[in-house]
Protein backbone atom coordinates (compact mmCIF):
# COMPACT_ATOMS: atom_id res chain seq x y z
CA UNK A 1 0.00 0.00 0.00
CA UNK A 2 0.80 3.75 -0.66
CA UNK A 3 1.09 5.68 2.52
CA UNK A 4 0.57 9.21 2.63
CA UNK A 5 1.59 12.02 4.75
CA UNK A 6 0.69 15.64 5.02
CA UNK A 7 3.17 18.44 7.06
CA UNK A 8 2.52 20.46 8.73
CA UNK A 9 -0.69 18.75 10.51
CA UNK A 10 -1.67 22.37 11.78
CA UNK A 11 -0.47 26.01 10.06
CA UNK A 12 -1.36 29.12 11.64
CA UNK A 13 -1.53 31.91 9.36
CA UNK A 14 -2.86 35.34 8.90
CA UNK A 15 -4.92 36.84 6.51
CA UNK A 16 -2.45 37.59 3.29
CA UNK A 17 0.08 34.82 4.20
CA UNK A 18 1.78 32.72 1.40
CA UNK A 19 1.29 28.84 2.34
CA UNK A 20 2.35 25.52 1.82
CA UNK A 21 1.49 22.60 2.67
CA UNK A 22 3.66 19.33 1.60
CA UNK A 23 2.21 15.64 0.83
CA UNK A 24 4.09 12.79 0.17
CA UNK A 25 3.71 9.88 -1.10
CA UNK A 26 5.67 6.35 0.56
CA UNK A 27 6.39 5.45 -3.17
CA UNK A 28 5.72 7.27 -6.70
CA UNK A 29 2.49 8.45 -7.89
CA UNK A 30 3.16 10.12 -10.79
CA UNK A 31 0.73 13.04 -10.56
CA UNK A 32 -2.04 11.03 -9.53
CA UNK A 33 -2.94 13.57 -6.86
CA UNK A 34 -5.85 15.57 -5.44
CA UNK A 35 -6.36 18.50 -3.15
CA UNK A 36 -9.34 19.34 -1.35
CA UNK A 37 -10.53 21.97 1.45
CA UNK A 38 -12.77 20.83 4.15
CA UNK A 39 -15.16 22.91 6.65
CA UNK A 40 -16.59 21.80 9.30
CA UNK A 41 -20.06 20.01 8.79
CA UNK A 42 -19.32 20.04 5.06
CA UNK A 43 -18.45 18.08 2.03
CA UNK A 44 -14.93 17.57 0.76
CA UNK A 45 -14.08 21.05 -1.82
CA UNK A 46 -11.74 19.70 -4.63
CA UNK A 47 -9.15 22.36 -5.49
CA UNK A 48 -6.88 20.80 -7.57
CA UNK A 49 -6.45 17.68 -9.64
CA UNK A 50 -3.68 15.72 -11.79
CA UNK A 51 -1.35 17.55 -8.83
CA UNK A 52 -1.49 20.78 -10.64
CA UNK A 53 -4.64 21.53 -12.92
CA UNK A 54 -7.13 23.84 -10.89
CA UNK A 55 -10.57 22.72 -11.21
CA UNK A 56 -12.97 25.47 -12.50
CA UNK A 57 -14.20 27.90 -10.21
CA UNK A 58 -11.42 27.42 -7.65
CA UNK A 59 -9.68 30.97 -6.94
CA UNK A 60 -6.35 31.50 -8.54
CA UNK A 61 -4.35 32.32 -5.27
CA UNK A 62 -4.97 28.19 -5.31
CA UNK A 63 -1.88 26.03 -6.85
CA UNK A 64 -0.79 22.89 -6.76
CA UNK A 65 2.61 21.02 -7.92
CA UNK A 66 5.10 18.15 -7.47
CA UNK A 67 5.17 14.86 -8.96
CA UNK A 68 6.96 11.79 -8.23
CA UNK A 69 6.24 11.52 -4.34
CA UNK A 70 6.25 14.89 -2.99
CA UNK A 71 3.39 17.57 -4.03
CA UNK A 72 2.39 20.99 -2.71
CA UNK A 73 -0.64 22.97 -2.00
CA UNK A 74 0.39 26.89 -2.08
CA UNK A 75 -2.45 29.55 -1.37
CA UNK A 76 -0.77 32.72 -2.42
CA UNK A 77 -2.57 35.42 -0.34
CA UNK A 78 -4.23 33.88 2.30
CA UNK A 79 -8.66 35.19 2.65
CA UNK A 80 -10.78 34.21 5.49
CA UNK A 81 -12.55 31.94 3.64
CA UNK A 82 -9.47 29.99 3.16
CA UNK A 83 -9.23 28.90 7.35
CA UNK A 84 -10.05 25.27 6.85
CA UNK A 85 -8.42 21.62 6.29
CA UNK A 86 -6.57 20.68 3.75
CA UNK A 87 -6.50 16.97 2.51
CA UNK A 88 -4.39 15.08 -0.35
CA UNK A 89 -5.43 12.34 -1.94
CA UNK A 90 -3.70 9.55 -4.26
CA UNK A 91 -6.34 8.39 -7.26
CA UNK A 92 -8.10 5.53 -6.02
CA UNK A 93 -6.56 5.43 -2.82
CA UNK A 94 -5.50 6.73 0.41
CA UNK A 95 -5.75 10.11 1.81
CA UNK A 96 -3.30 12.08 3.66
CA UNK A 97 -3.90 12.89 7.42
CA UNK A 98 -4.95 17.00 6.73
CA UNK A 99 -3.16 19.87 7.36
CA UNK A 100 -5.36 22.16 9.25
CA UNK A 101 -5.34 26.20 8.71
CA UNK A 102 -6.07 28.34 11.49
CA UNK A 103 -6.35 31.92 12.66
CA UNK A 104 -3.05 32.74 14.29
CA UNK B 1 -22.89 16.45 -15.86
CA UNK B 2 -21.26 13.82 -13.10
CA UNK B 3 -23.82 12.95 -10.75
CA UNK B 4 -23.19 10.39 -7.81
CA UNK B 5 -26.62 9.69 -5.28
CA UNK B 6 -25.80 7.59 -2.21
CA UNK B 7 -28.59 5.90 -0.20
CA UNK B 8 -28.98 3.33 2.20
CA UNK B 9 -27.55 4.76 5.41
CA UNK B 10 -29.24 4.51 8.96
CA UNK B 11 -29.24 3.31 12.04
CA UNK B 12 -27.97 -0.03 12.94
CA UNK B 13 -27.16 -1.91 15.83
CA UNK B 14 -23.51 -3.53 16.45
CA UNK B 15 -23.14 -6.45 14.23
CA UNK B 16 -25.86 -5.90 11.99
CA UNK B 17 -26.31 -5.35 7.84
CA UNK B 18 -26.55 -2.44 5.32
CA UNK B 19 -25.67 -2.12 2.30
CA UNK B 20 -25.51 1.21 0.04
CA UNK B 21 -25.74 2.26 -2.95
CA UNK B 22 -24.64 4.99 -5.24
CA UNK B 23 -26.60 5.70 -8.35
CA UNK B 24 -24.02 7.12 -11.00
CA UNK B 25 -25.10 9.27 -14.47
CA UNK B 26 -23.26 11.46 -16.51
CA UNK B 27 -20.42 9.39 -17.75
CA UNK B 28 -19.82 5.97 -19.21
CA UNK B 29 -20.01 4.64 -15.88
CA UNK B 30 -18.95 0.78 -17.11
CA UNK B 31 -15.58 2.08 -17.44
CA UNK B 32 -14.99 3.90 -14.10
CA UNK B 33 -13.18 2.81 -11.21
CA UNK B 34 -15.19 3.38 -8.30
CA UNK B 35 -14.42 4.44 -4.09
CA UNK B 36 -15.92 4.39 -1.35
CA UNK B 37 -14.88 7.10 1.38
CA UNK B 38 -15.70 7.65 4.99
CA UNK B 39 -15.43 10.05 7.41
CA UNK B 40 -16.13 9.42 11.07
CA UNK B 41 -17.57 12.46 13.30
CA UNK B 42 -14.54 14.69 14.13
CA UNK B 43 -11.89 12.39 12.00
CA UNK B 44 -10.30 12.96 9.02
CA UNK B 45 -11.19 11.25 5.45
CA UNK B 46 -10.68 7.39 5.02
CA UNK B 47 -10.66 5.70 1.56
CA UNK B 48 -12.47 2.54 2.65
CA UNK B 49 -11.71 0.45 -1.21
CA UNK B 50 -12.41 0.61 -4.49
CA UNK B 51 -13.39 -1.76 -7.43
CA UNK B 52 -12.14 -1.21 -10.93
CA UNK B 53 -13.79 -1.18 -14.06
CA UNK B 54 -14.70 -4.59 -15.22
CA UNK B 55 -12.23 -4.43 -18.21
CA UNK B 56 -9.37 -3.91 -16.10
CA UNK B 57 -10.33 -6.60 -13.69
CA UNK B 58 -13.10 -5.46 -11.93
CA UNK B 59 -11.46 -6.79 -8.70
CA UNK B 60 -12.21 -4.69 -5.24
CA UNK B 61 -9.22 -3.73 -2.97
CA UNK B 62 -10.01 -2.37 0.68
CA UNK B 63 -7.95 -0.74 3.82
CA UNK B 64 -7.51 -3.70 6.66
CA UNK B 65 -9.89 -2.51 8.81
CA UNK B 66 -12.93 -3.56 6.50
CA UNK B 67 -11.07 -6.14 4.92
CA UNK B 68 -13.55 -9.68 5.27
CA UNK B 69 -16.60 -7.02 6.57
CA UNK B 70 -17.22 -5.31 3.84
CA UNK B 71 -18.07 -6.00 -0.18
CA UNK B 72 -18.12 -3.38 -2.97
CA UNK B 73 -19.69 -4.61 -6.35
CA UNK B 74 -20.90 -2.94 -9.52
CA UNK B 75 -24.06 -3.47 -11.65
CA UNK B 76 -23.26 -1.92 -14.83
CA UNK B 77 -26.15 -2.14 -16.31
CA UNK B 78 -27.81 -0.36 -13.45
CA UNK B 79 -25.15 2.26 -13.51
CA UNK B 80 -25.19 1.56 -9.53
CA UNK B 81 -22.16 0.79 -7.40
CA UNK B 82 -22.70 -0.89 -3.83
CA UNK B 83 -21.04 -1.21 -0.26
CA UNK B 84 -22.14 -4.58 1.38
CA UNK B 85 -21.27 -3.94 5.07
CA UNK B 86 -21.52 -6.75 7.28
CA UNK B 87 -20.53 -7.36 11.28
CA UNK B 88 -20.85 -3.44 11.81
CA UNK B 89 -18.94 -2.08 14.44
CA UNK B 90 -19.61 1.40 16.31
CA UNK B 91 -16.29 2.66 14.87
CA UNK B 92 -17.42 2.26 11.21
CA UNK B 93 -19.85 5.24 12.30
CA UNK B 94 -19.46 7.56 9.56
CA UNK B 95 -20.93 9.58 6.49
CA UNK B 96 -20.28 7.48 3.54
CA UNK B 97 -19.46 8.82 0.01
CA UNK B 98 -18.97 7.38 -3.37
CA UNK B 99 -16.18 9.30 -5.24
CA UNK B 100 -15.21 8.75 -9.31
CA UNK B 101 -12.49 10.07 -11.62
CA UNK B 102 -14.03 8.82 -15.35
CA UNK B 103 -11.91 11.60 -16.64
CA UNK B 104 -9.09 13.26 -14.31
CA UNK B 105 -11.29 15.50 -12.40
CA UNK B 106 -13.00 13.78 -9.15
CA UNK B 107 -16.53 13.60 -8.56
CA UNK B 108 -18.08 13.00 -5.16
CA UNK B 109 -21.56 12.23 -4.00
CA UNK B 110 -23.70 13.83 -1.15
CA UNK B 111 -22.89 11.34 1.61
CA UNK B 112 -24.98 9.13 3.23
CA UNK B 113 -24.85 8.55 7.30
CA UNK B 114 -24.63 5.41 8.78
CA UNK B 115 -24.82 4.90 12.26
CA UNK B 116 -23.97 2.35 14.44
CA UNK B 117 -25.60 2.10 17.80
CA UNK B 118 -27.11 0.39 20.31
Known amino acids: DIQMTQSPSTLSASVGDRVTITCRASQSISTWLAWYQQKPGKAPKLLIYKASTLKSGVPSRFSGSGSGTEFTLTISSLQPDDFATYYCQQYNNFFGPGTKVDIK | EVQLVESGGGLVKPGGSLKLSCAAS????????MSWVRQAPGKGLEWVGRIKAKTDGGTADYIAPVKGRFTISRDDSKNTLYLQMNSLKTEDTAVYYC?????????WGQGTLVTVSS
Open chain 2, 26 to 33: GFTFSNAW
Open chain 2, 99 to 107: ITNPYYEIY
